[in-house]
Each structure stands twice: as structure tokens, then as C-alpha cells.
């Protein structure tokens, strides 16, 4: 059999639009340890969107490290929407370079900027699958796990933005069926932020740890939904795949959950590997100083301005929040939140991690653009495919166009 590796275009198969409710021409429903999940079927798919996976991270949760959900509220949850997005960025500075490219027809679009509509609350912390219909019926045949993770310079972004329709369907007009599972995580200060206190409360990098758990999620329910948890691939694109390179180091390379892995692929579109300073250092702790400024937390009296920025209201944190530079202003790459080595989830910057071989030894798949990265060996490393040393390459079977 001929196989073709082309993840770039495969991410373009996600259509970078809010897919509306589907109509219910079948209810699909499964059932989890936590409850009944109900969804939506069309055109040969079924949805099951906006499945909580962890407690709310509200009020004295907030900024802090998740919590696995046990039981949906009263015992169901009604998947059949388009779920929810995490608070975003929104006071982008557009460069003007960067403006002039973006009122261009379709590339704001096409980038997923602006994406993340509906509802946008701080309890965010949910799971999508899409599936082919009929997956749980397939008793002769668990099926594989595609996990995506979105970018937006964590700051944006939500599976909202992605439809996977076409992509389901198309895995199985080729007789290599799939089950595609989105997966939302907490955002800019809700999710990233920095700072010596937040080192030392264990607050850092709760982001990764959204994303963690829900592959933990996945190892607990994915069967439920006639998916293969030992045949789990993460894919990301931008932030989402410095995310995947950061599961792969996470826990100095453990990506074991009850004994087993939790994935054994990964695919990096537009990202990977990515220097960052400590999560209490000089950049990271100016943007904690400032937002805990903007909030109202700058003298915090009896409590730590941690504990300040839990209990201000939610509008007042957003705002606090979007009081730094984004990641599309004049700071571009230096972002205001990322991911940081904090010792313990990341116990070092990423490329240490690489050089050490602390990561996880899975076939690996890394995608870059022309011109996105420029090296004085490279002419043009459009479509480049990079394979750490001692890997294989992971094949995706896909169709051979001419």
C-alpha cells in the first residue's frame, strides 16, 4: 500500500469556522461512568460536543491546578451544541504589516482569528468527539484516536473553531475509519500565568494540564464511544503544537496514565520545540506584577495577590487578563502567556528536555511552512518533515492524487 504524508493538508480538511447545531436526524447517546452524553448525527457523522471533563475552575478554582469530574449534574449532559469557548485575548494590536494581510478575503478566516464565538465562559474545561455513525457498533473494531489541540497563541482559540465532518468522512471513504476528539483548555491568564507566587502555589502551566487530563478523559471513555485509547494520535497547529511537543516532555517524558500511554503519535504542525525562560522569571513575573495591577491585586493586603486574583469578579480578571500585549502586537513571539518550566510539570525549557531525551519516544511528525522559520542551510522548507533521531516515521494512509 502507497502512503503520503501531508498533515498540512490534512489540517486544512478542519474547516476554521462555528459549526452550527446539527439537526437530529438520529440521538445518538453513550453512556459514561459520569452519565448519559446525548448527541447529534448528520451526513453520516455523530456529535457529541461540550462534554465536561473536569470541575469548573471558578471562584476558589480558579487559577488553580484541575479537577477530574466524577458525575455529570444530574447524571447527563446534552452534547448536541457546539460547546463552549475559554475566556479569550481580545485586545489585539494589530501590527499594521500584519492588518494588511488580514483584510485580504478569507485569511482571517482561514487563520481561525475570531473563531471562538458562542459562549465564552470561564467554566470552559470540556471535550468533543465526532465520530463516523455506527462507531459503537463496531464490536469487531475499536478505532483510532485523532486528539486535537488548537492554537492561538494561548491566548485564543477553541474547538469551536474546527469542524471535523469532512475529516471523519473522509477516513472513512478511505476504509480507515477514525474517531476525532477536540479538546479546550484554559487561555491566556486563566491558563498561563506566571510569576513567583504562582510557582510557588504549584499554579503553573494549568493550560498543559487541562490538555493532560483530557487524554486522561480519553483513556477513561473513548471505549464508550467505540474509540482505541492504546491508538491515541495528538495533533496540534501553532500554540497547539508547541502544546504537543510540551506532552511529549511533560513529566520529564511520563506519558503513562494507569500503567499504559496515553498516546502513541504525535504530529506538530507549525511548532514544536520552543525556548522559554522559567515560569518565575523576568518576563513571566512583569506580566503577573501587571495583570495583578490591572485587577485591583497590586497591595493585596492579608491575602497574596494569587489569592487576590481568585476571588475578583470574572469580568475583572478578563479585563486584567487583556491589560498585556498579545501575541499579535508589536511583542509578536514574546509571548505574555505560554508554557514555562516550572520545575515540575516542565522541569525545564523544552529544547533541554529535547537534548536530554526526556520526552516521550513516539513516531513523531513535524510540519513547518515556507518562510515560517528561516535557516541559512534551508533555501525553502516548504512542507519540511522533521523526525527526531531514533524515530520512525509515522505513516498517515491517506489517498495518492495525481
Known amino acids: 500500500m502507497k502512503y503520503t504524508i ?7 480538511k478542519l474547516v476554521t469556522s462555528t459549526p452550527l447545531p446539527y439537526p437530529n436526524t438520529t440521538t445518538p447517546t453513550v453512556v459514561l461512568h459520569a452519565g448519559t452524553v446525548t448527541g447529534a448525527a ?3 457523522v455523530e456529535y457529541f460536543r461540550g462534554i465536561p ?17 466524577d458525575r455529570f449534574a444530574n447524571g447527563s449532559v446534552q452534547a448536541t451544541g457546539v460547546g463552549p469557548a475559554c475566556p479569550q485575548q481580545t485586545n489585539v494590536d494589530i501590527t499594521p504589516l500584519l492588518l494588511e494581510v488580514f483584510v485580504i478575503p478569507g485569511v482571517a478566516e482561514t487563520l481561525g482569528f475570531g473563531g471562538a464565538t458562542g459562549d465564552v465562559t470561564e467554566d470552559c474545561l470540556t471535550i468533543s468527539v465526532t465520530r463516523p ?3 459503537h457498533v463496531r464490536s469487531h473494531k475499536k478505532l483510532p484516536v485523532l486528539f486535537w489541540i488548537y ?7 477553541s474547538p469551536q473553531m474546527y469542524d471535523a465532518t469532512s475529516l471523519v468522512q473522509e477516513s472513512v471513504a ?3 475509519p477514525m474517531i476525532f476528539v477536540a479538546v479546550n483548555y484554559r487561555l491566556g491568564a486563566f491558563g498561563f500565568l506566571g510569576g513567583d507566587e504562582v510557582l510557588k502555589d504549584g499554579a503553573a502551566n494549568l493550560g498543559l494540564l487541562d490538555q493532560r487530563m483530557g487524554l486522561e478523559w480519553v483513556a477513561d471513555n473513548i471505549e464508550a464511544f467505540g474509540g482505541d485509547k492504546d491508538a491515541v494520535t495528538i495533533w496540534g497547529q501553532s500554540a497547539g503544537a508547541i502544546s504537543v511537543f510540551d506532552q511529549l516532555a511533560l513529566f520529564d517524558g511520563d506519558n503513562t496514565y494507569k500503567g499504559c500511554a496515553l498516546f502513541r503519535g504525535a ?10 525562560e522559567p515560569v518565575d522569571g523576568v518576563k513571566a513575573q512583569g506580566i503577573f506584577d501587571a495583570v495583578a495591577e ?11 495577590k494569587l489569592e487576590c486574583l481568585r476571588g475578583v469578579e470574572y469580568e475583572m480578571f478578563l479585563a486584567a487578563s487583556n491589560s498585556v500585549p498579545s501575541f499579535l502586537s508589536y511583542n509578536s513571539l514574546a509571548f505574555s502567556y505560554a508554557p514555562r518550566p516550572d520545575g515540575r510539570v516542565l522541569t525545564a525549557s523544552p529544547e533541554v528536555l529535547a537534548e536530554k531525551g526526556k520526552y516521550a519516544a513516539v513516531p513523531i511528525i513535524i510540519g513547518n511552512q515556507e518562510n515560517e522559520v528561516r535557516r541559512q542551510d534551508t533555501k525553502n522548507i516548504e512542507n519540511e518533515l522533521t523526525i527526531i533521531p531514533g524515530h520512525r516515521l509515522l505513516p498517515l494512509p491517506v489517498k495518492h492524487h495525481q
Request: glycine fraction near 20%.
Open 267 to 276: 504530529i506538530m504542525n507549525s511548532g514544536s520545540i520552543t525556548p522559554t
Open 6 to 12: 501531508h498533515a498540512l493538508a490534512l489540517a486544512a
Open 53 to 69: 471533563y473536569a470541575q469548573a475552575p471558578t471562584g476558589s478554582q480558579r487559577l488553580k491546578p484541575p479537577v477530574r469530574l
Open 42 to 44: 448528520s451526513n453520516g
Open 174 to 176: 478511505q476504509g480507515k
Open 151 to 157: 492554537g492561538g497563541g494561548f491566548e485564543n482559540g
Open 133 to 135: 455513525k455506527g462507531a
Open 294 to 304: 490591572a485587577a485591583g491585586c497590586g497591595s493585596a493586603g492579608n491575602s497574596t
